[in-house]
């Protein structure tokens, strides 16, 4: 069946430094890639998409790729800021069925000033 | 209102009780999901609602789970007999469809602890 592998958290990194967290795939046909995030207290919220081969996503400075020919939707950011400490989430859509989501266990992420 | 409410935020039960938990969606969106999030872990796909569709219940872990939708509205989520197992927190979200790239948006959760 479909699924999700993200990297084993915890990522810990100075602020400034640069992020990649990794994200690989295993679908049928072409499904539509999401990252979410939960920063601490709060709910989950999209921070970006794609929904074809080639197209890259992004948002407060985070982008992501997705790449069909490695079957992945790897997270970077340039520069991290303490202020993006969260839990960040890989999900797809199915492509077949009703389109349920599947997420990634989750990736907690900490920035050291 | 503006985004996807849950109450309650928490919920504190003996093992053996039955629990009900609820989720209004934002207004006109047609699908509707339930999620579970145990301590430290992903998120878990428990069931899906997308109009007058019949509901994709393939995630639910045992009978004991069930849930109900409203039309286009407010979901219940059902769990009898609850046990410590169930302990998690239940989230929901809604979207303006499903597939292609449809942004879900969660609520905040209700946690659920059974004693």
């Known amino acids: 069946g479909d699924s999700v592998t993200q990297m084993e958290g915890p990522v810990t990194l100075s602020e400034e430094a640069f992020l990649t967290i990794n994200c690989t795939y295993t679908?049928?046909?072409?499904?539509?890639l999401f990252w979410y995030v939960q920063y601490p207290g709060e709910g989950l919220q999209l921070l970006l998409k794609a929904t074809k081969a080639d197209d890259k996503g992004s948002n407060k400075g985070f982008e992501a790729t997705y790449r069909k020919e490695t079957t992945s939707f790897h997270l970077e950011k340039g520069s991290v800021q303490v202020s993006d400490s969260a839990v960040y989430f890989c999900a797809l859509t199915t492509t077949s069925g009703t389109y349920k989501y599947i997420f990634g266990t989750g990736t907690r992420l900490k920035v050291l000033a | 209102g503006a985004g996807v409410s849950q109450s309650p935020s928490n919920k504190v039960t003996e093992k053996g009780k039955d629990v009900e938990l609820r989720c209004d969606p934002i207004?006109?969106?047609?699908?509707l999901y339930w999620y579970r999030q145990r301590l430290g872990q992903g998120l878990e796909f428990l069931i899906y609602?997308?109009?007058?569709?019949?509901?994709?219940k393939s995630g639910l872990p045992s009978d004991r789970f069930s849930a109900e939708r409203t039309g286009e509205s407010v979901s219940t989520l059902t769990i009898q007999r609850t046990q410590q197992e169930d302990s998690a927190v239940y989230l929901c979200a809604s979207s303006l469809g499903s597939g292609g790239g449809y942004e879900q948006f969660f609520g905040p959760g209700t946690r659920l602890t059974v004693l």
């Open positions: 679908a049928t046909g072409y499904p539509s």
């Open positions: 609602f997308q109009g007058n569709s019949a509901p994709d």
């Open positions: 207004s006109g969106h047609t699908a």
